[in-house]
């Protein structure tokens, strides 16, 4: 087992950053790829972001990208999201995720924490 708790999310104005982190405990967190996937009310979960189990692999949606950067820190078990020029429609709770493979579809992936709430307001 692996969980996941994420932390970092709050209340920012449009244009803003925010810097999401997603702690792991459990089993060795160095073997999974991880993801961040967000979802907004009345929609369905989309996928955000993903690193490989090394972090020398990442993968973006095409509508964060060059504006998100994941990141992992193994030694710390930490995956972090930082998210710059923050826009309304960002405006979600934020999942991350772990699992073998390094995909976009949230079925793929094992292990789940329990989301932090980010909001952009305009």
């Known amino acids: 087992q692996v969980q996941l708790v994420e932390s970092g999310g709050g209340l920012v104005q449009a244009g803003g950053s925010l810097r999401l982190s997603c702690a792991a405990s459990?089993?060795?967190?160095?073997?999974?790829?991880v993801a961040w996937f967000r979802q907004a009310p009345g929609k369905e979960r989309e996928f955000v972001a993903t690193?490989?189990?090394?972090?020398?692999?990442?993968y973006y949606a095409g509508s964060v990208k060059g504006r998100f950067t994941i990141s992992r820190d193994n030694a710390k078990n930490t995956v972090y999201l930082q998210m710059n020029s923050l826009k309304p429609e960002d405006t979600a709770v934020y999942y991350c995720?772990?699992?073998?493979?390094?995909?976009?579809?949230?079925?793929?992936?094992?292990?789940w924490g329990q989301g932090t709430q980010v909001t952009v307001s305009s």
């Open positions: 995720a772990a699992g073998p493979q390094i995909v976009v579809v949230p079925a793929a992936y094992d292990y």
């Open positions: 459990g089993r060795t967190f160095s073997n999974y790829a």
């Open positions: 690193t490989s189990w090394g972090g020398g692999n990442t």
